[in-house]
């Protein structure tokens, strides 16, 4: 039998999911918010990740969150120097410059992160 159904259940699907996690859209919005708050938080990494926060959540990290963010951004950061060829795995970085950018490029994927969470996607 074939019903009309007048109100649609709310649903979400993989590719939608994955459209938001992959798409250049939301990597492209994610480097823009990264830009935001370095330029509003300067280079203190605490202050960075709470202003991601509060810009993506509207409120400030968790202790836990805030944890885990400073220990995401670190590891990020050290990957980009790595995969860029400024770092080996034994040896530690000596340009500013790089390190600069591959801790702007971890601070745009912890962004990328909090924009694809539940609490920013969907409101309560």
């Known amino acids: 039998m074939n019903n009309t159904c007048p109100r649609r259940a709310v649903t979400t699907i993989?590719?939608?999911?994955?459209?938001?996690f992959n798409g250049d859209f939301s990597r492209t919005e994610s480097r823009y918010i990264a830009e935001r708050v370095?330029?509003?938080?300067?280079?203190?990494?605490?202050?960075?990740?709470?202003r991601a926060y509060q810009l993506t959540l509207i409120r400030k990290p968790t202790p836990g969150q805030m944890a885990l963010a400073q220990a995401f951004v670190e590891k990020q950061t050290q990957l980009h120097l790595i995969s860029n060829g400024t770092k080996t795995a034994s040896t530690t970085a000596t340009d500013a410059g790089s390190v600069t950018a591959a801790k702007s490029a971890a601070l745009a994927e912890?962004?990328?992160?909090?924009i694809n969470t539940n609490e920013f996607v969907y409101l309560d």
């Open 110 to 114: 912890l962004c990328h992160v909090l």
């Open 38 to 50: 370095e330029k509003d938080a300067g280079t203190n990494t605490a202050s960075e990740i709470t």
């Open 14 to 20: 993989a590719p939608q999911a994955l459209a938001l």
